[in-house]
């Protein structure tokens, strides 16, 4: 009989605390993030009147002008600086064997030229959110890049870039043969 009793309460207690739950937490206020409403005395807050008046960007050195997109239509690339346009299949970001031939190509031609580099321009179908479609186009092209830096090319002479669905067709069902070209990295010569 005890161990019944023994059971029964310890069957009780067990389930009281398992269905009883947590007390919610509250909507935060302005004042529990870092910055403050006002700062107050919190130790973590950043009065703005105390910070240096040293400019923005001192110390840093400039990104390397050759990768300048300036003359490229604002980030897309032209058709005649374009060396290769590697093509993957749906959520696919490994560089498929029919294709890498057109990399060996690029490399031979980087290898023959020591001043030329190149970006790593990655581009998804519009299928799936924003955010992952920029994820996947960056899988591709750092494939792309992995592939050529592989091939003996160094890894400063290419660079990666994601545009996701920003060119992608939205009328073109996701089995229609033309979307594949929705779903490639295009290898830009940016000399």
């Not at 019944?4 to 739950?21: D, M, Q, R």
């Not at 807050?45 to 240096?52: E, G, K, L, M, R």
């Not at 923005?56 to 980030?75: A, H, I, K, V, W």
Request: with cysteine.
């Amino acid at each position: 009989m005890k161990k019944v009793s023994l059971y029964l309460a310890t069957l009780f207690l067990s389930s009281s605390i398992l269905f009883t739950g947590c007390e919610s937490d509250p909507e935060p206020t302005a004042d529990d993030t870092l910055a403050g409403a006002t700062g107050g005395n919190r130790p973590d807050w950043i009065d703005p009147a105390t910070i240096s008046s040293t400019p923005l960007g001192e110390g840093l050195t400039p990104r390397d002008s050759s990768f300048d997109r300036g003359g490229m239509n604002g980030g897309l690339g032209r058709q005649d600086q374009i060396l290769a346009s590697i093509q993957f299949g749906f959520d696919e970001f490994t560089v498929p064997s029919g294709e890498r031939g057109k990399l060996d190509q690029v490399s031979s031609y980087m290898q023959s030229n020591p001043n030329s580099k190149v970006i790593a321009e990655g581009h998804t179908d519009w299928y799936g959110t924003t955010e992952y479609n920029l994820g996947l186009g960056d899988r591709r092209a750092n494939a792309v890049r992995d592939y050529i830096v592989r091939l003996g090319i160094s890894p400063a002479r290419v660079e990666v870039l994601s545009l996701g669905e920003l060119e992608a067709d939205p009328d073109l069902d996701k089995t229609h043969p033309s979307v594949i070209d929705d779903r490639r990295v295009d290898v830009i010569l940016v000399e």
